[in-house]
Nanobody
Framework: QVQLVESGGGLVQAGDSLKLSCAAS????????MGWFRQAPGKEREFLCA????????YCADSAKGRFTISRDNSKNTIDLQMDNLKPEDTAVYHC????????????????WGQGTQVTVSS
């Protein structure tokens, strides 16, 4: 099993940048594909980006491409989400997730989830 804890959320203004981090404990992060999701009030959970176990390849949803970048540091058991040019519609709770299968992150439903960190973007 792996435990995930997100950090880095907060209140920012439109156009600002923010970097979220997710720390993994338990089994090492390198054992899992990992990704980021978000859920805004009243909306379904949305996949953003994922990275394979080694971190050499990443995948992002069209809505995240160009502004969001995922990275991982297996030596620190962390993954990050760099978010640039934030917009009010990016306001949501952001969750990191892990699964041994990348497909489960990108397409279906990963097994392990963090509690989330709130990001609020004011106009």
């Amino acid at each position: 099993q792996v435990q995930l804890v997100e950090s880095g959320g907060g209140l920012v203004q439109a156009g600002d940048s923010l970097k979220l981090s997710c720390a993994a404990s338990g089994r090492t992060a390198s054992s899992y594909a990992m990704g980021w999701f978000r859920q805004a009030p009243g909306k379904e959970r949305e996949f953003l980006c994922a990275t394979i176990k080694s971190g050499r390849s990443t995948y992002c949803a069209d809505s995240a491409k160009g502004r969001f970048t995922i990275s991982r540091d297996n030596s620190k058991n962390t993954i990050d989400l760099q978010m640039d040019n934030l917009k009010p519609e990016d306001t949501a709770v952001y969750h990191c997730a892990a699964d041994q299968e990348l497909h489960n992150i990108v397409v279906t439903n990963p097994v392990y989830w963090g509690q989330g960190t709130q990001v609020t973007v004011s106009s």
